[in-house]
Structures are given as C-alpha cells and as structure tokens.
C-alpha cells in the first residue's frame, strides 16, 4: 500500500482504457459475458504506488477485452471512498477492484457490491471480513516489515541504539502489518532498542515533529523505519531539520519517484519497495475468474525487495511510475 495525501488533486479522477464497452446485464452470472466493465477504487488518488497498480489493471484488462475505468478519493479516507463505491453501484460493473480505505468501515459499502451481483476483489489493502471479497491480492507485508528491520541491522553495522516505526492510521491493513513484521523481526537484534510505534495519520508534517520528539527523548536514536511514503518524507524532514540525515538511518516503504530521489541522495537509506503492477494484473485474473464462475484464490502475497543507493541501479525495475 502506498497512501498518500492528494495535493491539488480532484476528489476522484476517472480514466477509461480501450475495451470491449459491451451492453451490461443483470447481476449474477446469466448475462455476465456482455457485461466488459472492470472498475478499480484505489486508496488514494495522485499516488504513484496506485498508479502502478492502475497501469498493470489496464494492462490486463484491455488485454481480456474489458473496459477498464480507475476511480479514486482524494484522500485515503473511508468517508471520501464509500461514496464512490455507492456511486459505481448504479453503473453495475462486472467487477469492482478495490484497495479498501479502512478494514472495517468500508465493509458495509463493499457488501452492496457483492449484494447487487459485483465481484470484489480486493488489492493492496483488505477487510477484517473475509466472505465479502472473491480474492485479495497484496504485498507480503509482515515480510516488508521484517526487511526493514534486517535492513536497518545491516545498516547499523554493529552499533547499538534505538530504533523507531511510524506508522500511518491504526485500522490500515496493510502498514499494520508491516508494523507487526517489523516489530517481531527486530528482537533477533539484541544491539537495537525497539521505543515502539507512533501513528501519524498519514500527515508528513506529524511524521516529522514525531522525529523531532523522539530524538529529543531518545538522543541514542539509530534507525527509523517509516510504514508508507508520507511518514517517510515526513521523517526524512525530522532528521534533516535536526541535522541527523544519514547518522540516524532511515529505511522507508515503497519505491516513488521522490523516494528514489531521496535514497539517491542519502536523504534515505533504504526503501522496501513493491510490486504494485504486478497486483494489478492478478487483480484482474482474479476478477475475470470470478465473472466465468472458475475457481479463485482467496489470497495472493506478492513479494517485496529492499534497495540500497549501491544496488538501486539493479533494482530499478521496481521503481513506480507517475503516469502509464
């Protein structure tokens, strides 16, 4: 997952690839061959790592003769997302691709899909509830986190100290989770004091006063890892300001244009990137399954990888894109 504030961006931005554009039948599987509509409802819009997904979902999608259409809130909020999903409802797509904004509040908006004959799946992020989605295709994100923590060890190189998470919003799958392998990860590092996780509620400005506090708290601070792309800007400002950029390490999540940028000039250490192309695609495999009545599978982890500046190069694969 990668969530990120919009920035002069448009409460949902709707872009349409080439397809089939067939006549829609009614719900359920007696005129589900005529219906070519795919929508995917992102977490958040303007968001590189959602835009590669979008990218691999329109791949996909053209590629089985199907419209593809990508809507998505202006901000990763379950206020701003169930409206849209509310409002797809009247266009009654074959199946709906969404990476929910919140694991529980978002269920009930998801369910109507499911109710009026739309097949869910569910990318990036996902439910509590488990009966409403047909598969769910995610980053192993337990493994991102425990990366991280392997990652800010090598970093250390033997130096004792303490090591920080800042999480985004409690209630998001995806950074939890990340959050949980890290912490699990981190006790095999005896030299590295983990303080604990502060949420920052996706804002960069909270992520760096965060810093800020916790270094004045704990001078002997090592290492920060940062869920998702705003705390680790955020962050990365808080060690700047305090003139700590690289002597306190910095290992942030996902692989976006500024953050590739950053781990290029040292402002980062290391990025634990994704595959969000690669959701995309087997989010429309898993839909187009679900439509022909073929069996799915219920959940799908893709893999993650770390990058450092001396191995960037070489990974440059899995660097997100700003446009398709």
Known sequence: MKIRSAVAVTAAFLLTACGGGGQI??????????????????GIAAEPFYISMQCGFEEAAKAAGYEAKTQAPA??????????VTGILADK???????????KAMAGPMKQLKDA???VVEVDTKLQDTSIAASTISSNNEQGGKLA???????AAGKTGSVLVLNTKAGTSTTDARAKGFEEAIKAFPNLKYIGQQYTDNEPATAASKVT?????NPDLIGVFATNLNTGEGAATGL?????????????????PKQVQDLQAGTVQALIAQDPGTIGKQGVE???AAIDGKETKRNIETDLVAITKADAEANSKYFYKQSC
């Open 213 to 217: 506090a916790t270094l004045a708290a």
């Open 93 to 103: 797509p074959a199946a709906v691709l969404i990476a929910p904004t919140d694991d």
């Open 117 to 119: 004959g739309i097949k």
């Open 240 to 256: 700047r300001n305090a003139g700590k950029t690289g002597t306190v390490n910095l290992v942030g999540f996902d692989a976006s």
């Open 149 to 155: 923590a392997e990652t800010l060890n090598k970093l």
């Open 25 to 42: 039948g009614d719900s359920g599987s007696g005129n589900t061959a005529a219906n070519k509509k795919l929508v995917l409802i992102p």
């Open 286 to 288: 898993q839909a187009l």
């Open 75 to 84: 901000k990763f909020d379950a206020a701003q997302q169930t409206p849209i």
